[in-house]
């Protein structure tokens, strides 16, 4: 049978908008010392808006982007549907794309009129050894916008800045845990300029950029070699793996089916205060059985 105090934290974190799916993960919640979160979507709200687009060689700043959105078109990516939304305001009408392809944590790729396109990370820009000098994309970085990259039969062909909002919520939820003794932690796949600003803004000393969806998993083992006891707190299909990887694994009720069946608790409400919360009622519940 389960403990009468159980049952009542468990009836009362629902009431709070906190879901147990799994009562082990819920019991060793009490022990966490460290939180990994992911930042696009947990952190920040995830609705990117478009706010620059610099086009680079001789490409036409207007046609770059009717090629840019024809090819996000196809992607669910966060990024892709806001510059989908930004093209669609501007009467941008989309065209057809041939052999399209996403590329996980990377970008995306097709042709578009016949003509291979690509929007990518500054990362994968580097990979193809393909990087762009231009000091207007450098302000834009510098701005802490996220940069994805147009090219156009393997060229650069603009650069396309957009801006996440980081939700009021998260700060508080950073400075609680601190004061609970918890390490908080912050790992995406944006670049290291976005991820130095939203970690500073939110006062976050451990940070993680950079990193592609299969290596997550492996930032959540690294934590936990250093002797953590690992919460990972997350939104996508990315972050799946490292749910489970993790001692507790914590997911957005507003994320993908696949991360809230990945973990062992979900924030109804998606508000990231609801993570100390919820520690802090394992550490009541348990406390009053042993
Ligand atoms: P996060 O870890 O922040 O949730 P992802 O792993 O989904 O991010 O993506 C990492 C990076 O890959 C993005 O910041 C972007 O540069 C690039 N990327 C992924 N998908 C797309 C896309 N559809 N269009 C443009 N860029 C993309
Ligand atoms: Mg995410």
Do not use: C
């Amino acid at each position: 049978a389960v403990p009468l105090v159980i049952a009542r934290s468990t009836a009362l974190a629902a009431a709070k908008g906190i879901l147990i799916r799994d009562r082990i993960g819920f019991e060793k919640a009490r022990e966490v010392t460290a939180v990994v979160f992911d930042k696009t979507g947990t952190l920040t709200k995830g609705v990117f808006e478009v706010t620059d687009l610099v086009a680079l060689g001789s490409m036409d700043p207007e046609e770059a982007l009717a090629i840019a959105a024809s090819l996000e078109g196809r992607s669910e990516h966060p990024i892709a549907q806001s510059i989908v939304r930004y093209a669609k305001s501007r009467g941008v009408k989309l065209r057809p794309v041939e052999d399209f392809r996403a590329m996980p944590g990377k970008g995306v790729v097709g042709r578009v009129n016949g003509i291979e396109a690509m929007v990518v990370s500054p990362g994968y820009l580097k990979e193809a050894g393909l990087e762009v000098s231009d000091g207007r994309v450098d302000t834009l970085v510098r701005q802490g916008k996220t940069v994805v990259f147009l090219l156009v039969n393997r060229r650069p062909a603009a650069a396309i800045a957009l801006s996440d909002v980081i939700r009021e919520e998260s700060r508080e939820a950073i400075a609680t845990l601190k004061k609970m003794g918890i390490k908080p932690i912050m790992l995406t796949g944006d670049n290291r300029r976005v991820a130095e600003w939203v970690a500073k803004e939110l006062g976050i000393d451990e940070f993680y950029a950079e990193v592609l969806p299969h290596e997550k998993v492996e930032v959540v083992r690294q934590v936990r070699s250093k002797g953590h006891i690992v919460a990972m707190v997350g939104d996508g299909v990315n972050d799946a793996p490292a749910l489970i990887e993790a001692d507790v694994g914590i997911a957005i009720g507003a994320g993908t089916d696949i991360a809230i069946e990945s973990a062992d608790i979900v924030l109804v409400k998606n508000d990231p205060r609801d993570v100390p919360v919820a520690i802090e009622l394992s550490r009541k519940t348990y406390r009053k059985v042993v």
